[in-house]
């Protein structure tokens, strides 16, 4: 499972809007066959797509789907420590390379994939449903569904766990993690242990501004790249969003908010951050 979030998958999938929709592509080497795990060949992937023009990129959860004009469609989902990027050609192979995407024009799109747990697929678009997790089980996507805060309060309140574990339930809310979690219930003011189903209607309100602000703040300044989690966009430049951080990993050093050391506790086996403001 990827250590990437929201925001660095949103960041590459705008990306790739602007740069390959239109883009033929003329040739793929696959370097490491373990990143496709739905293909026991080469050929069976590079067969394809090759000679097709991606007509369109979007994302389903933490997925890039690129379809095809050839009625195939590529998804890419990035495992830890995977990265992809736009690059001349001629640019030196990078060790851990594991899919190199060729276009007519235009250079390189390199999957890089160094612990081969990376999955990259090729599929019948009329198919792309038994590769993607069913609608009705997926959860709020708040970049692309937009939600009052009234409809997010009846949501929360309908969830007695922990805000923490509701928050990284992938089945509640798609790509809140380990960084962004802890961002958000910062920004409310709110503790990681807190049951949902207790919260104010002002602290639901709180809450909403915070999930929703902090996803959208994270994109705009293009993910968060971290030396133990490191993110880059297309091109190649890292995330700058690891600027405005709170208290994610700044265990000991002072909170913004109330100049008391930001504390670390253990939730779930999982390190969470958090200020003594939080209630």
């Known amino acids: 499972m990827s250590e990437f979030e929201l925001p660095e998958i949103e960041t590459l999938k ?10 033929k592509i003329k ?14 060949t080469k050929k069976s992937f590079t067969s394809l797509v090759e000679g097709a023009k991606i007509e369109m990129v979007e994302r389903n959860e933490l997925s890039i789907v690129m379809t095809l004009n050839n009625e195939h469609t590529i998804v890419i989902t990035l495992g830890n420590g ?5 690059c001349p ?6 060790s851990g390379t594991a899919v190199v995407i060729t276009f007519t024009q235009g250079g390189d799109l390199r999957i890089i994939d160094p612990d081969n747990t990376s999955e990259v697929t090729a599929i019948a678009t009329e198919e792309l449903d038994t590769l993607l997790t ?25 969830h007695k766990d922990p805000l923490k574990a509701v928050l990284m339930n992938d089945k509640l809310f798609v790509g809140i993690g380990l960084i962004y979690s802890d961002e958000i219930l910062f920004d409310a003011g709110l503790r990681y242990d807190r049951k949902a189903n207790a919260l104010t209607t002002q602290e639901i309100r709180r809450l909403y501004r915070s999930v929703v ?30 600027d405005h951080i709170s208290v994610y990993g700044k265990n000991g050093e002072l909170s913004p908010r109330s100049r008391l050391p930001i504390e670390k506790a253990q939730f779930k086996g999982k390190p969470v951050y958090f200020c003594s403001t939080q209630v």
């Open 14 to 23: 705008r990306d790739l809007e602007r740069d390959a929709v239109g883009r």
């Open 27 to 40: 040739v793929v080497e696959i370097e490491a066959l373990k990143s496709m795990p739905h293909h026991r």
């Open 82 to 86: 995977a990265s992809m990027v736009r």
């Open 89 to 94: 050609s001629k640019t030196k192979t990078e």
């Open 134 to 158: 069913p609608e009705d089980e997926r959860g709020l996507d708040l970049l692309v569904q937009p939600l009052s805060w009234i409809d997010f309060g009846r949501f929360i309140l309908g």
């Open 213 to 242: 602000g902090i996803l959208f703040d994270a994109v705009k300044y293009r993910g968060t790249s971290l030396e133990k989690r490191p993110f880059v966009d297309l091109n190649g430049d890292p995330g700058d969003y690891g």
